[in-house]
Nanobody
Framework: QMQLIESGGGSAQAGGSLRLSCTARGRGFSTYAMGWFRQAPGKEREFVAAIIWNAKSKHYVDSVLGRFTISGDNAENTVYLQMNRLEPEDSAVYYC??????????????????WGQGTQVTVSS
């Protein structure tokens, strides 16, 4: 069983920054990709960013391009999300996910096998 441990959420003013981190722990698992999703009250879970390790490719939802950066360490199974120029619309619970093998688009939450507990991000105007 894999456990995802998230940290780094909190509150920020609009225009400010926060950094999220997520580490996957367990035995006998692989991580094809790790990603971040978010869910605001009354809304569906939304893709934010993902990294595919072997391709070293990064993917973002359009609304965060140029503001958020995903990075990480494959050997440590750790992924980060640096969030700059935050906007009130970024307020949500952010979830880290792991796609163990190539199954489908990394932007689809249905393709992820494991999830973290979520961390709250609140941006005030």
């Amino acid at each position: 069983q894999m456990q995802l441990i998230e940290s780094g959420g909190g509150s920020a003013q609009a225009g400010g920054s926060l950094r999220l981190s997520c580490t996957a722990r367990g035995r006998g698992f692989s991580t094809y990709a790790m990603g971040w999703f978010r869910q605001a009250p009354g809304k569906e879970r939304e893709f934010v960013a993902a990294i595919i390790w072997n391709a070293k490719s990064k993917h973002y939802v359009d609304s965060v391009l140029g503001r958020f950066t995903i990075s990480g360490d494959n050997a440590e199974n750790t992924v980060y999300l640096q969030m700059n120029r935050l906007e009130p619309e970024d307020s949500a619970v952010y979830y880290c996910g792991v796609q163990s093998t190539l199954r489908g688009p990394v932007s689809s939450s249905a393709e992820y096998d494991f999830w973290g507990q979520g961390t709250q991000v609140t941006v005030s105007s």
